[in-house]
Every structure is written in C-alpha cells, then in structure tokens.
C-alpha cells in the first residue's frame, strides 16, 4: 500500500504524512496490536455518556460553569467509590456456574492444552483452527491477512490462571469485561476444585425436615 502511494505523486504527501502519524509515531492503534486484551472501550463510552446524562445536558457549557461543574463530579464520584468499592474479588452466580458445567460437558478434553506455567487454550464454540495450530499461531503471531488474525483470535481462548488472586484471565469476551466466563469456571470445575452446581428439581423427602435436636436434651 506504501509502494502503491508512493508511486502516485498526488498521493505522495499523504503517504507520508499517513506513515509519520500512524507507523512511526503512534504504531499501536490497529486491532491486533494489544493481543488478548478488550478491544473496545465500551467503560470510557458508558462514562462519556453519564457525564452527559446527568450533569452538562448534552450542553456546551462556558468556562466557568464547566469548572463548576467539573468540581460536582469529582465531589460525586470521589464520595461514590467510597460508598460503593471496588470488588475485590469476583463472583460466580449460579446461572454461570450452570453453563459452565455445560460447556464442560461439551468440551473435548483432548482440546485443551497447557501452554505455560498456568496458562490453557480451550477451543471456542465455532473453532476455524484446532488448537495446537491456535498455539502455534500465538507464539510465531505470523498470520498474513487481518482475516486470518480474526479467524485466529475466536477460534480459541487463552485462560490464565498464573496470579494468585482473582481475577482469572480468559481472553473471550466475557472474561476480559467480567473476568468470569464458562472457559474459566469450566477448568476449575474439571479439576474439581469447585463442586459441580446442584442440579435443580432434586426433592427433599415428603414431609417438613426433621428439627434436629440437641443431643442432651430430653423429649
Ligand atoms: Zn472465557
């Protein structure tokens, strides 16, 4: 595309301006370049838009009230992140427990490999690629069409498990925005370090439970 540019004379200053501003100076701002991380900033969006919402009306405002109005919402979200913390750790609901469990019995266990000291690639639900290719594309990254790239990137997942506390790592979508997906939970599950999720519409026996009573107590 470069060569293609530079040959049209016409096209030749924005050949260069395009190469200084988006190869030299900022050289990371294309999908792919930060690689299992979001790609979306749907958190700076979901921000822009409250700032709108509820304090400039979707105004321009003039210097001063700007400043104001600045000053009410760091008042307001400084007193917010008391009240309300960052969590600290992540919870699996039960309905996430429930598809886990599913995904597991789906999952081919022959699929899943251990690249790295805690680090697994799980196939995803609509796989382009097994996963020793997917591997094998992760350490040389030679794909040769952002076609490929994508074909790469959701044919499987990357769960990592190396830091000690939670989050846990998975590079689909849910683990990266919620740090809690199927791929992750499904893992533990298989190694059995958190008990499988009652299956529901189990009863009890007929009647009220028996009050247990204490064992020195008289009737
Ligand atoms: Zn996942």
């Known amino acids: 595309m470069i060569m293609k540019w530079t040959a049209d004379r016409d096209l030749d200053a924005f050949r260069k301006y395009f190469e200084d501003q988006w ?3 900022l050289s990371f701002w294309y999908e ?6 979001p790609p979306i900033n749907n958190g700076l969006e979901s921000l822009n838009g409250k700032i709108k919402q509820m304090y400039t009306l979707r105004n321009k405002l003039s210097l001063s009230s700007f400043l104001q109005t600045a000053e009410r919402i760091l008042y307001d979200w400084s007193l917010a992140s ?24 789906k999952l081919d266990r022959t699929k899943v ?41 959701n044919s499987a997942r990357l769960v990592d498990f190396s830091s000690l506390t939670l989050p846990l790592f998975c590079s689909c979508k849910y683990g990266l925005k919620e740090y809690s997906c199927v791929h992750s939970l499904g893992l533990i599950m298989m190694w059995d370090h958190r008990k499988v999720p009652q299956v529901l519409g189990i009863r009890r026996g007929k009647g ?11 009737d």
């Open 82 to 105: 008391v009240n309300t913390p960052f969590a600290i750790q992540t919870e699996f609901t039960n309905d996430l427990a429930t598809r886990a469990y599913q995904w597991l019995q």
């Open 208 to 218: 009220h439970p028996k009050k247990v009573k204490l064992a020195l107590t008289k």
């Open 32 to 37: 792919g370049s930060a690689n299992l991380s």
């Open 113 to 153: 490999l251990h690249v790295g000291a805690a680090s697994y690639v799980v196939p995803s639900s609509e796989p382009k690629m097994g996963t020793s290719l997917w591997v094998q594309y992760y350490q040389s990254m030679s794909w040769n069409s952002y076609g490929e790239f994508t074909d790469w990137l």
């Open 23 to 25: 190869l030299f100076s």
